[in-house]
């Protein structure tokens, strides 16, 4: 029978994300105030990639997940990428 | 009969087919969820292309230390969700049960935040309408998706939260034994709304502040 106090062994790799996740959320707000011209969004929307990629792999177990699990969750992702691609092929194209 | 064997609900016949379920339920509900903000999204990314210089004059007036610490507070809720789940599911009740009420108390905190944050953004008058206060026009176009974007998703933490609660007081009064699946389903959905929160703020804190 498992004790109570082993439950310590849960924190070490949450803990590890969640400061990864502070970090990068300071870089985030950091980097908004930095002169990088076009590229202050793309840098800003990267980290926020990196940081919900940390989510669903740990926090959200996808790392220890089955695949139909793994492909559950790139399936809103999938539709989304059609979605934005369709309706750029219209508005970023027009005359 | 064991606590474990007091989680299984029909029509599963074993726990790991039943947490099994729940986690694919919960994912394929997830990716509707996603493309519902999906929705939002990419409104939000057509109008800014049309007028990028209102999008940047606009979200300069949001609140960034709001923002910031809104999405500290709900990153730490994540985690303390996280070791709830995992301890949860490894049959820890007294570490589960502190670990849902931190998440409680950070959910409940983020709401106050952005009540705070609300309460300012109407004192200056940031609502679309006739008596907006910055020019062009278009610069209403961004605050009316401030508006949809963050209130869609505080009724999502709203909802998490009640049912954070619910199962809390479940757990604490011993009807709901801790290696239920639910628990691993209330995270996937916290972790999600929580990841929603990661993408809204570069979109409207972060942008015309170099």
Known sequence: ?95 | MSEASHALNDPWSTLARQRAAMSFGVWLFLASEVLFFGGALLGYTIYRDLYPDAFRLAARETDIVYGTLNTAILLTSSLTMFVAERSAHEGFRRTSLWCLAATLALGSAFLVVKGFEYYDDIAKGLFPGPAFPLQPAQTQIFWAFYWVMTGVHAIHLILGLGILAAMTVLLYRRALPPQSPSFQGLALYWHFVDSVWVVLLPLLYLIGRA
């Open chain 1, 1 to 95: 029978m498992k004790t109570e106090t082993r439950a310590i062994h849960l924190w070490l790799m949450p803990i590890a994300v969640w400061l990864a996740l502070l970090i990068l959320l300071g870089l985030s707000v950091g980097s908004a105030y930095v002169q990088l011209g076009a590229f202050n969004t793309p840098t800003n929307l990267a980290i926020a990639a990196v940081k919900v990629a940390l989510v669903l792999v740990f926090f959200m177990q996808l790392q220890s997940s089955s695949a139909l699990l793994r492909l559950a969750s790139v399936a809103g992702l999938f539709w989304l990428v059609l979605m934005f691609g369709l309706t750029a092929s219209d508005y970023l194209t027009r005359p």
